[in-house]
């Protein structure tokens, strides 16, 4: 009798590894592999040469040039004429150099005459992109001239960084007409700093997010920066404003799910959006939100779709073995919940024998075994359930494997028990006693 068992768990097991095996998707995984690749060649050569040029027009500066860059600034702010050239952003150039190369050439009362005028471009400014140059400004110079100790010029720089960031919550800018997402995601960044430091309160980073969003295009990967920023201030311990602080959570994620509603979202769309991400040399917990999201989009648009985004998330499986994407809880958690919320019962049998699938393939990844298996295994009896009292005619390749491949799974995990699961997916007495031959190992519940 065990070694009837043994034999018939051996040969479901088959049934298992034909699934796991990629090999059916090996020239598709292939040409993905294959453009990640030459997409991470790409970044990497922008990076560097972005880096050169960074290089060039900053560490090789003489004391001259420095003095010319501040020259250049102040007799831009003293014309009017300083939100009319690129004085400003020189000026962010100059303030990254090392402190002893900036110190060695700016004097103290230099220094003060910068934070001066830089409080008078602050105070001129109707778009809030140069108000945020000036505190990148002051941030970075707060930073050099710590190593001069002077109290003096210390609190002049600590002063105009709190006067800019007052006027940010009670300004009404002027809307945006420049500017990339990149830089709008920078600005988030700072925005939160500002928080977690305590240099404004919850209701001004509120206050402050809010009138990014009016001034820009509220993208979807900004508004999801923004949620991942929410998500950071409610892990901080006895934080004020939390309700305040979750309400706009919420308002957020309806604002993503409307702007979702709207958007069209094409095969080639999905490819690049995956290809682009996976690519990147530091990957944001919103760089997958955008993916994932993309993908079920997608799937909602139309049968096509939803086959290609069943497989791009198949391809996700595939690369976490390489990189450990999921083990990450955040991301592992939105691809879940969003995988699940693909399923219905309305698919066509092509659908659900991919969806049955994927599942079983989470099923035999360590990590979702962790801490999804109850929802994969529920999910498969769902489907197999739905498949079962559908007019398709039942056969080995679109029901009884999957449900030798279901008794197997649960035979060999001793935390899993359907006792009802033949009489759950039967339709008839007919039905009943066919499907209870493809459960034996679970009636024997004997593991090898």
Request: include cysteine; charge should be positive.
């Amino acid at each position: 009798m065990i070694n009837n068992l043994e034999a018939l768990a051996a040969k479901k097991y088959i049934l298992v590894k034909n699934i796991l095996d990629k090999s059916s998707n090996k020239s598709f995984f292939d040409k993905l592999d294959t453009l990640i690749l030459k997409k991470c060649f790409d970044n990497a050569y922008e990076y560097s040469l972005a880096e050169s040029i960074e290089r060039i027009n900053n560490c090789n500066l003489s004391s001259r040039d420095i003095t010319e860059i501040i020259n250049n600034f102040t007799c831009s702010v003293e014309n009017n004429l300083i939100f009319n050239n690129r004085s400003l952003y020189e000026m962010v150039k100059l303030s990254i150099l090392p402190s002893k190369k900036l110190n060695k050439t700016i004097s103290i009362d230099n220094y003060l005459k910068i934070a001066t005028y830089l409080h008078y471009v602050s105070h001129e400014t109707k778009f809030i992109r140069f108000d945020f140059l000036v505190l990148r400004i002051t941030d970075n110079f707060l930073v050099r001239i710590d190593d001069i100790k002077n109290d003096k010029l210390t609190q002049k720089y600590l002063n105009l960084k709190k006067s800019i960031l007052e006027k940010m919550v009670i300004f009404s800018y002027s809307k945006e007409n420049k500017n990339k997402e990149t830089t709008f995601l920078c600005w988030i960044d700072r925005l939160l700093l500002a928080a977690v430091e305590q240099e404004i309160d919850i209701k001004s980073f509120i206050n402050i997010s809010k009138k990014i969003l009016c001034l820009t295009d509220d993208s979807i990967y900004v508004l999801w920066k923004l949620v991942n920023s929410i998500n950071y201030l409610l892990s901080i311990q006895e934080i004020d404003f939390e309700n305040k602080l979750r309400n706009y959570k919420l308002e957020l994620e309806k604002h993503i799910e409307n702007r979702y509603s709207c958007s069209k979202v094409s095969d080639i769309d999905l490819e690049n959006i995956l290809i682009n991400t996976l690519a990147k040399q530091t990957i944001a917990r919103e760089d997958f939100y955008y993916l994932f999201d993309a993908l079920i989009m997608a799937s909602k648009t139309s049968e096509k779709n939803k086959l290609f985004s069943l497989q791009l998330c198949n391809y996700l499986l595939y690369y976490d073995h390489k990189k450990h994407l999921f083990s990450y809880r955040y991301i592992r958690k939105h691809f879940a919940d969003n995988l699940f919320s693909m399923f219905s019962k309305n698919d066509i049998i092509e659908i659900k024998l991919k969806e049955l699938q994927l599942l079983i393939c989470l099923w035999f990844n360590d990590v979702f075994f962790c801490f999804e298996k109850k929802r994969v295994l529920f999910s498969i009896i769902n489907i197999l359930k739905s498949i079962s009292t559908s007019e398709v005619k039942l056969n080995h390749n679109n029901f009884y494997k999957y449900c030798d491949i279901l008794d197997y799974m649960i035979a060999n995990d001793n935390d899993s028990s359907i006792p009802d699961i033949v009489d759950f997916l039967a339709t008839n007495n007919q039905n009943k006693h066919q499907i209870a031959k493809h459960f034996k190992l679970i009636k024997s519940r004997k593991l090898f």
